[in-house]
């Protein structure tokens, strides 16, 4: 019933930027909490930040002051500055979302590479 799909991936040089995308479809009656999450090779998924419904955020001490989330009601960005080679990952969107019940939804993910 409900899709996430991220988007804005790439290659990119140590010190670059990205923008990420997560898009909401299907039906859904609203989205509560969503985040940003990384995975890379042979490495635990590891949050990377969250936004509230009503804008607040968290990040992860890795990132912090180098990432922005923000989110434009059922679409949610991440704006990555400064990038690292450490950065290198899949990111996932992940948010809860309100159906008939409330439910957990995962994205697919979108490649990072930041090469030094």
């Known amino acids: 019933q409900v899709q996430l799909v991220e988007s804005g991936g790439g290659l990119v040089q140590a010190g670059g930027s990205l923008r990420l995308s997560c898009a909401a479809s299907?039906?859904?009656?609203?989205?509560?909490?969503m985040g940003w999450y990384r995975q890379a090779p042979g490495k635990q998924r590891e949050l990377v930040a969250t936004?509230?419904?009503?804008?607040s955020t968290n990040y992860a001490d890795s990132v912090k002051g180098r990432f922005t989330i923000s989110r434009d009601n059922t679409k949610m960005y991440l704006q990555m500055n400064s990038l690292k080679p450490e950065d290198t990952a899949t990111y996932y969107c992940?948010?809860?979302?309100?159906?008939?019940?409330?439910?957990?939804?995962w994205g697919q993910g979108t490649q990072v590479t930041v090469s030094s």
């Open positions: 936004i509230t419904s009503g804008g």
């Open positions: 299907g039906s859904f009656i609203s989205i509560g909490l």
């Open positions: 992940n948010a809860a979302v309100v159906t008939t019940y409330r439910g957990l939804y």
